[in-house]
């Protein structure tokens, strides 16, 4: 496993990382989790994402329980903050940070967090007070760094302006093949300032793996044909998407790749990426992602990818 610096922490991670958004929120059992987990470990993997809102604290409370007895530094672990937790707590108020990451600790059953996320931007909270809370919580102990996920330019850059605050280490964008669009402002600004990306759904929830076909019903046990889990996949399986995919099937087999392995090479091409977060629902998937590591793809293959793609990319 290759492992990169999270942005200007001393931390390293694996470059393939273990999220836990639709799968461990409820998508698959206890024991498939747990089995997942396990698998990450023997592959080299070292970081763990998650967030409060996934299952309403159910994915923290399953990872808590899992990796119960593992030491504490063997692991990098994150979860984020914004989303509604109940019909008063949402945000990134300074109460809400505080009471958040209090009961994300106890969930995880740990005494702090690598890296504490905003989940999204809160335009109704001051954005002084959103960073000084963030500043208090790293101060006392409870998360190591932070971070955010999915935030506009604009407001990363004016978070940056701010003198005397806890600075960023990483980004959380959705970036793959098919959806480009943090290339055209938010890496920019991140590489300039020293900030890593830690991307997910960097197979399009699967899509780039090739499994599912236009004009079929997707595999009974697939993402798509889940009810707990397909619910964020719609506008990737439109048939001139899942058309552009079938086109990158000649070209990893030119590479001597799997589909994963292209689609995760292919955003780890970036310096500037230090982490693709991979979700998955049996430790096969696991080893699978995990194989894709360090793996470098030379000018030909990347432009057959945006030959193939076409104009199905999001930028």
């Not at 997942?36 to 994402?49: H, K, L, P, R």
């Amino acid at each position: 496993m290759n492992f990169r610096k999270l942005g200007s922490s001393d931390i390293e991670v694996s470059d393939i990382s273990l999220g836990s958004w639709l799968t461990y929120s409820g998508g698959v059992q206890r024991e498939q989790a747990a089995a997942c987990v396990q698998a990450a470990f023997e592959a080299g993997i070292n970081f763990i994402d998650t967030a409060n809102v996934y299952g309403r604290g159910a994915s923290e409370t399953l990872l808590g329980e899992v990796l119960a007895g593992r030491e504490r530094a063997s692991y990098v672990l994150a979860t984020k903050v914004f989303f509604p937790m109940s019909d008063t707590d949402r945000g990134l108020s300074a109460v809400q940070i505080h009471k958040q990451i209090d009961a994300s600790l106890a969930r995880l059953k740990t005494d702090y967090v690598d890296l504490y996320q905003c989940h999204r931007y809160d335009d109704h909270t001051p954005l002084e007070e959103t960073m000084q809370a963030l500043g208090e919580v790293v101060r006392s102990g409870k998360a190591r760094h932070i971070g955010f996920s999915e935030w506009p330019a604009q407001k990363i850059a004016e978070s940056l302006a701010i003198a005397g605050v806890e600075r960023w280490v990483s980004s959380q964008p959705q970036y793959s093949m098919l959806w480009r669009a943090p290339e055209a402002a938010v890496i920019p600004l991140c590489e300039q300032e020293g900030i890593s990306q830690i991307v997910w759904s960097p197979l399009g929830q699967g899509v780039l793996t090739g499994k599912y076909a236009p004009g079929q019903p997707p595999p009974p046990d697939s993402r798509a044909a889940s009810e707990s889990m397909g619910g964020f996949i719609d506008s990737l399986v439109k048939p001139p998407v899942l058309e552009a995919v079938q086109r990158l099937a000649p070209v990893a087999q030119a590479a001597g790749l799997t589909m994963v392995q292209l689609a995760l090479a292919w955003v780890l091409r970036k310096d500037n990426v230090a982490s693709a977060i991979v979700g998955a629902s049996r430790p096969e998937q696991v080893h699978a992602n995990a194989s894709a590591t360090g793996i470098k793809l030379d000018a030909d293959t990347l432009a057959a990818i945006d030959e193939a793609l076409g104009d199905v990319v999001v930028r």
